[in-house]
Each structure stands twice: as structure tokens, then as C-alpha cells.
């Protein structure tokens, strides 16, 4: 009987082992004493190209390289803290990692995070505080230039309503066009401004993209949509602009084709969002984006092209983080994609999706 309570234990912590496990947003697997493999969650698997059957046991200097830094990581190992090292890399793929190691009761836990990936949620840290820092000065700029520009043009258009010589007249049609450039340029720069009353509702995202496609001549566009994908609560009109500006720089850059795609991101994970995610993208083949320009490509005025505000992408930004999602850029040779990572939410009625 009491073997038979002890291996139930047993059974019962390993489940809850594997389910802590898959649940890691982080690619983890689990060593034993002898620090070989007994499990892998799927991001683990993905990164390391194989099979959770394949790697089972594996030592750990079968996976990552060099074999020396691997050993000095585990010398410095002890029960009463965690050792990381940044020397090393993927054994299979050459992809360096940040590898990061703790004891278990079992044996051992170890999280690595690929170079690129850590690369990328940096960038996005940088965006977010660019896009805050733009809202910052968009609510400044209302209240101190268009209040001011209103009461001008309103005096100007008092004086062209008046009995005035007719130079005097081309005059003030000057000024009004000169305060109204003004008053629209202001207006798309507030538009990556922050809007307190984002009010959000359900809503199917392909509709949302059906009304944004126009027709163009000599173009090619498809449009490859999941159709199992749920609605999510998002603000239909920011969402609406976002989707409006992806579609202007693509129909803009593209040499004969654009296709849409839309699809759920099951290993996509996004900061504060434990549920599921949507990912929608719009790929143009256009010519490559400048590498100089990539970085940079989502703060406002920067633009690859002669014509243009710089603000589309900006705004794209903006509306990401009212969400919770992100937008992300992928450009080579003749092939550019845009891509929003879109948390599935539900209104408070609801419950999750999956």
C-alpha cells in the first residue's frame, strides 16, 4: 500500500512537473543528476530543431557548445543559487544563447534564451518607450499650438471676409492655407498620440482588413485567412488606421504583388497576455528596406520614401501597445512583411478562447 501511495506521488508530481513545464513562455528543459536530458518543452524543441523523443537523453554538452564553458557553468553550480553564461551556443546551429541553470529536486532546471530573441524583445523595449515618449509630446503640442492655431484661423478668416484690396486678400488666402497645412500636420502627428477613451468591442479582424483593400491596377493581391480565427476585443477605428497605414506603404512599395495572411501564433507569447494570439501580416515584393532605416523604421518622421509624414508606422506603434501587441518587420530581397502579434481578448461575459 505504501508503494503504491508513493508511486501515485511520483506520477502525480511528474504531471504537475510537465504542465509547469509546457507552460514556460521560455525554451526549458529538465537534466537529471547526470546532467542528461529527461524533458523538453516546445520551445525548447523548436530552438534546438528536434524532437522531445530525440533528445531524451542527451548530456547537456550534446546540445550546446563549447563543451569548456559548459563544464565551468556546472562547477559553479550548487543547490543554493542559480549560474548563467552568456559564452556559449547552440551545438546544432551555432546560435548563440544566454543559458541559465538552477538545482531541482529532481536534478536540473535549465532556461536559454537565443540571442535573437533576446535582441528582439530589447528592440521592442526600446519602441514601446519611443512610442510613450511620442504620446508625451503629442498631448503637449494640443494643448499648447492647437489652440492658438484655432484662434488664428479664425481671426484670418474673419479678415477674408472684410472689403480688402485684392493683394491684400491673396494675402490672407495664404495665410489660411498655410494654418490649415499646419492644423492637418498636427492632426497625423496627434494621431500617434495616446487616446484615454479606447472603447474596445468584439470583432472579426478579416472584416476589418476587407475594408481596408482597394482596388489597384496591375497589382496582385491574395489574401490567405484562417478561418477558425475567433474575434478578440480590439478598438475597430485605431485597429482600422493601423491596418490602413500597413495597406498604403505596401500597395506604395510593391513591384505586382501583396498578400494578407492572418493565423494563430501558438508560440507566440506577448508581456501580460497569458492567452492566445493572432498574427496578421501583409507581405509586399517591393524592394528590401534600407538596413540603416530597419531600426529606426517605427519612430516618427523616419521614412525610405521621398513623399510622406513618416508617421504611418508610428501610429502602427501606437496602436500595437493600446492592445497589448506588437508589430514586427521582416525584409529581404524582394520580399517585405509586416506583422501584428494581436492578444485574443474577450469582452467580461466571455471566457478564454481555445
Known amino acids: 500500500m505504501i508503494q503504491e501511495r508513493c508511486s501515485t506521488a511520483q506520477r502525480l508530481s511528474l504531471q504537475t512537473d510537465l504542465i509547469a513545464l509546457s507552460a514556460l513562455p521560455l525554451a526549458t528543459i529538465l537534466l537529471n543528476r547526470e546532467a542528461e536530458l529527461s524533458q523538453a518543452n516546445i520551445y525548447a524543441q523548436e530552438a534546438l530543431g528536434t524532437s522531445e523523443k530525440r533528445l531524451i537523453g542527451l548530456h547537456i554538452s550534446d546540445l550546446f557548445a563549447p563543451k569548456v564553458e559548459i563544464n565551468k557553468l556546472f562547477e559553479r553550480l550548487t543547490p543554493y543559487g542559480n549560474v548563467s553564461d552568456n559564452q556559449v551556443c547552440i551545438r546544432s546551429s551555432c546560435m548563440p544563447i544566454s543559458l541559465h541553470a538552477g538545482m531541482n529536486d529532481e536534478g536540473i532546471t535549465v532556461i536559454f534564451v537565443p540571442e535573437a530573441r533576446r535582441s528582439e524583445v530589447e528592440q521592442h523595449s526600446k519602441r514601446h518607450e519611443m512610442a510613450e515618449a511620442v504620446a508625451r509630446i503629442a498631448l503637449e503640442m494640443a494643448h499648447e499650438v492647437k489652440n492658438p492655431l484655432a484662434a488664428l484661423r479664425g481671426a484670418t478668416q474673419w479678415l477674408s471676409e472684410q472689403q480688402l484690396a485684392t493683394s491684400n486678400k491673396e494675402a490672407v488666402a495664404q495665410i489660411l492655407t498655410g494654418v490649415d497645412r499646419i492644423r492637418d500636420r498636427i492632426d497625423s502627428f496627434l494621431q500617434v498620440g495616446p487616446h484615454a477613451s479606447v472603447q474596445m468591442t468584439m470583432t472579426n ?14 497589382f496582385h493581391i491574395s489574401r490567405v485567412f484562417d478561418p477558425s480565427l475567433p474575434e478578440t476585443m480590439v478598438h475597430a477605428a485605431r ?25 494563430m501564433a501558438p508560440l507566440v507569447h506577448l508581456p501580460g497576455h497569458d492567452g492566445q494570439v493572432i498574427e496578421i501580416s501583409i507581405t509586399n515584393d517591393g524592394a528590401m528596406i534600407p538596413l540603416e532605416l530597419r531600426d529606426r523604421l517605427f519612430e516618427p518622421y523616419v521614412t525610405g520614401k521621398q513623399r510622406g509624414s513618416g508617421l504611418g508606422l508610428a501610429l502602427v506603434e501606437r496602436v500595437m501597445l493600446e492592445h497589448g501587441g506588437r508589430v514586427n518587420v521582416d525584409s529581404g530581397k524582394g520580399r517585405t512583411t509586416m506583422t501584428l502579434q494581436l492578444p485574443i481578448k474577450l469582452d467580461s461575459d466571455g471566457e478564454e478562447n481555445t
Do not use: F
Open 205 to 218: 479582424v478579416h472584416s476589418l482588413i476587407q475594408g481596408v483593400i482597394s482596388h489597384q491596377d496591375g
Open 239 to 263: 485597429l482600422t488606421q493601423a491596418l490602413e497605414n500597413l495597406w498604403q506603404n505596401a500597395v506604395e512599395a510593391a513591384e505586382s504583388r501583396i498578400e494578407w495572411q492572418t493565423r
